[in-house]
């Protein structure tokens, strides 16, 4: 037994004096609140000014989702053509960025779907738009509308469609479809949303926009709300949660570790650091009666930093309890604790925050989600061990249950049905040793963020089932007659995520 160990755990993890500083770089920053509305405007093309209407919705701190309008001929407000988008806000800044989705109403002919990236200044956003030959886009916030924002987005989905000859072949978005499924190995069941063409839309009459016509359907609004784990896995011993589950939890890396699909290097990521110690604080808050025999009392103090303008440096430590540490998880808890509360990362955070690039809450992101795990989920409850479980195998550089489970039946990965863990399975597995990577779990970290608006939920599982074939052997590839239909669309993403 262990006591009167004082464990430099740092919350917030800067010091009050760069506390400051953040306060104050920030003090210019547009409220989040008032970012949601409805806004009118123009955009400049090729084709001149163009009116336009968005309706942004502010959701979970920082993500958005709308509707972007465009109303043609250029410079009326006559026929209307809708697609949605989704996207991010960064408080600190005022930066909206935002990628579209797909067409909610039939797309014009020869107009393809753009992306924004602006600023948000009072009841105004500008900025540019990544469409080819576009250029500009302003917009003013309009209060009436913003005040029935329901109806209006309503509306915007329901604009009158022109009407279209029957095509003379399948469009684009059924012929990619046909070429999923003639690819799928035997044995190998797709999702049914991946099948015959429509016949309840209509192709255009001409050619499809490229590359974001087959963007991914935005998901629900409002997930639904975490319940307690009822799906076991078909691997005896695994347990695997509805997509939906995940949906409400701030960060995806507490999904990657329960279903096994963190990298190798996953313990030099502060995030995954600070989830395996929530964890642990958690579980010894929670579930007391459940700690076993074999366990260590851990003395748990706040270190406070300050720094004053002559730049002397003092501490305080304060302290703060007692943490009941099972004797598996002790080692760790104590040296993330250390590595945690470090002057460095402390200056790594505040620089971090004052400079917009994260906000404390997403700082502190990994331990609100653990402290959300465990409210739906009870003390001896197999989701509570197999998160601990691999919390553990993470922190010791082995494979997760998932992974090792795999390997031990034969088969060359776990299925998963994310394309981040399938690559990090990958290049995990030690047959695939000649492929392996300086910083593998950065580079499948890179590849699922620029794939999360690039692919569909679809296009995702059906790589994810076979990494290596479809993706590693085709899409990252040099084009040729055998390459996907998606090349086009995904290989750029690749290869930027290599450089």
């Known amino acids: 037994m262990i006591s009167n160990l004082a464990v ?7 010091c009050l004096s760069f506390l400051a500083f953040v306060v104050v770089a920030a003090a210019g920053a ?19 000014s163009t009116t336009v209407k968005l309706s942004l919705t502010l959701s979970r701190g920082s993500e958005l989702s709308g509707l972007f309008t465009l109303y043609l001929p250029a410079g009326t407000q006559k026929q209307g053509h809708t697609y949605s988008l989704r996207g991010q806000y960064n408080a600190q ?70 009407a279209a000859p029957a095509p003379s072949q399948p469009p684009a978005q059924d012929a990619y479809a046909a070429a999923l499924r003639a690819q799928a190995p035997a044995g190998v069941q797709l999702p049914a949303s991946v099948g015959a063409p429509s016949p309840s839309k209509p192709a255009p009459t001409a050619a499809p926009p490229p590359a974001a ?13 975490v319940a307690p ?59 007391s009666a459940y700690v076993p025999a074999k366990h260590e ?6 270190v406070t930093t300050r720094t004053d303008r002559y730049g002397t440096t003092t501490q305080s430590v304060t302290p703060k309890g007692t ?12 040296q993330y604790a250390n590595q945690l509360s470090s002057g460095a990362n402390g200056f790594r955070v505040a620089v971090g925050v004052s400079s917009g690039r994260t906000t404390v809450n997403d700082v502190m992101a990994p331990a609100n989600d653990v402290q959300q795990f465990f409210k739906a989920e009870k003390c001896q409850s197999a989701a509570v061990r197999q998160m601990g479980e691999n919390l553990l195998r993470g922190a010791a550089g082995q494979r997760s249950l998932q992974q090792a489970r795999a390997a031990a039946t034969g088969t060359t990965s776990a299925a998963f049905t994310h394309f981040g863990d399938a690559c990090n399975a990958f290049y995990r597995d030690p047959a695939n040793a000649r492929y392996a990577k300086t ?61």
């Open 8 to 14: 430099r755990i740092a919350r917030p993890f800067f």
């Open 30 to 48: 547009q409220p989040a609140t008032a970012l949601s509305g409805v806004y009118n405007g123009t955009s400049t093309c090729a084709q001149g």
């Open 93 to 162: 800044t005022a930066n909206v960025s935002l990628l579209p989705v797909r067409w909610e109403t039939e797309p014009p002919a020869n107009v393809a779907m753009m992306g924004m990236n602006g600023t948000f200044t009072s009841n105004e956003i500008s900025g540019t738009l990544t469409g080819a030959g576009c250029k500009a886009f302003n917009v003013e916030r309009d209060q009436a509308e913003s005040a029935n924002m329901a109806a209006v987005m309503a509306a915007q989905k329901t604009m009158t469609r022109a």
């Open 213 to 225: 016509a087959a963007a991914p359907k935005p998901p629900a609004e409002k997930p639904p709300a």
């Open 229 to 287: 784990s009822t799906n076991a896995s078909t691997t005896p011993g695994i347990m695997n949660e509805p997509e939906g589950y995940w949906k409400s939890y701030r960060t995806d890396l507490i999904r990657q570790v329960f279903d096994g699909g963190f990298g190798s290097d996953v313990d030099e990521d502060p995030r995954f650091k600070l989830l395996f110690n929530t964890y642990v604080e958690a579980f010894s808050s929670n579930c």
């Open 297 to 302: 009392t851990v003395v748990v103090s706040e």
């Open 323 to 334: 943490v009941e540490v099972d004797s598996r998880f002790a080692a760790k808890y104590r």
């Open 439 to 499: 910083d593998a779990t950065s580079y499948c970290k890179c590849l699922a963020d620029k794939y999360r608006f690039a692919m569909s939920p679809e296009e995702e599982r059906y790589f994810a089932a076979d990494f290596q074939g479809r993706f590693r052997n085709n899409i990252l590839q040099p084009k040729n007659a055998e390459s996907h239909p998606s090349w086009n669309r995904l290989h750029p993403l690749a290869v930027a995520c290599v450089q």
